[in-house]
């Protein structure tokens, strides 16, 4: 919280003796630093300099008038938020409408009682307090709700991890090449980040799956198979809960679809099928070809680059084969530091 020392008020009137009159009011009953100016385009200035706590300001001036000065002022990031508190003769309907329409935060007709004036500056000083107070704290629990989700995400990716037949490192560089798919694709930065947060989790229903099926080395059965396929949906209900994003159930629900049709669940088709989820199917199929498996060898990434290509409108989407192209050197660089890391861990 500010203290009354450490607030500051800039007067800007063309009349002196409306200026000495203001300030000797505010000096009698307060300690605020007062700053001073007779012209109305120094305040623009001035003010992104000395962030003043509150402006008072004249309306009817030579040269920039009181509008003029406020419409600059809120057009500035800098100075947008410090309140105005108009103080003129005019005391009309029109010019006090005027005043609040454009942002101003009190106004006051001269001539004025010294008291009401320290009154209504004393007000905004608070307004602009607790306001600074609501901001901060709105921003904290933010960030403390953002910190939760992120840290239940990450219980889950562990909780997939151990049940999992894919290893950590798997999980963890699917996050990095949907990021940069994502980024490459030109999506906001808010999904983005989504499918970054969320894409280690497109098996997470694997947990609903019986183990001698999910670690079953020998060949599975049809049978087997469509128990296997059933992942897709388990893991859609176990994320379907408000407050997760509907790209991360996309993922989840998703990621087995094909460009051409012929995916589970759904058989969608095309750009039917979410982004997010056709993004995440590249990279997982990427980082599969790549490792090996109990049941095959790792593909090198000239076999695994040819695989995708040739995979371009029956499995993928063009247009994200193309961002995985565009990166195909960042996709390797991740696969092989991933891998090397995961190894050491495993010492
Ligand atoms: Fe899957």
């Not at 700053?35 to 001035?46: A, C, D, F, L, Y």
């Not at 590249?282 to 070809?289: N, Q």
Request: charged share 25%.
């Amino acid at each position: 919280m500010l203290d009354e020392k450490a607030s500051k008020i800039l007067i800007c009137d063309d009349i002196a003796e409306n200026r000495k009159l203001l300030a000797s009011t505010i000096q009698r009953y307060t300690q605020y630093e007062i700053v001073i100016t007779s012209e109305g385009h120094n305040v623009v200035e001035m003010a992104e300099q000395i962030l003043p706590d509150v402006i008072l300001l004249d309306i009817m001036m030579p040269g920039m008038d009181g509008f003029e000065v406020n419409k600059q002022l809120k057009e500035n990031p800098a100075t947008a938020h410090i309140p105005i508190i108009f103080i003129t003769a005019l005391g009309d309907t029109d010019s006090k409408v005027k005043a609040f329409e454009n942002g101003g935060a009190d106004y006051i007709s001269k001539p004025f009682s010294p008291k009401e004036v320290i009154v209504r500056i004393k007000n905004q000083i608070r307004l602009s307090q607790l306001m600074n107070h609501l901001e901060e704290t709105v921003k904290q629990r933010t960030q403390e709700l953002e910190s939760l989700n992120y840290a239940l995400v990450l219980a889950l990716e562990n909780a997939n991890y151990y049940n999992d037949t894919e290893t950590g490192g798997h999980i963890h560089r699917v996050k990095y090449y949907s990021s940069i798919l994502a980024k490459s694709m030109n999506l906001p930065d808010r999904d983005v980040e989504v499918i970054s947060r969320y894409a280690p989790l497109h098996d997470i229903g694997k947990v609903g799956i019986p183990h001698t099926i999910l670690k079953k080395e020998a060949k599975l059965t049809l049978e087997e198979f469509a128990k296997i396929k059933e992942h897709s949906y388990i893991g859609y209900k176990i994320i379907d809960l408000p407050g997760i994003p509907s790209a991360a159930k996309n993922i989840v629900y998703y990621h087995h679809e094909k460009w051409d049709g012929s995916g589970y669940p759904g058989g969608l088709k095309g750009e039917s099928i979410p982004i997010e989820a056709r993004i995440v199917a590249l990279a997982d199929v990427y980082d599969a070809l790549r490792s090996e498996r109990p049941y095959k060898k790792p593909y090198s990434e000239e076999e695994s680059v040819k695989i995708i290509e040739d995979s371009s409108g029956t499995h993928f989407d063009p247009a994200i084969i193309q961002a995985f192209l565009d990166n195909r050197a960042k996709f390797n660089e991740i696969f092989n530091s991933l891998s090397q890391l995961e190894a050491l861990s495993k010492e």
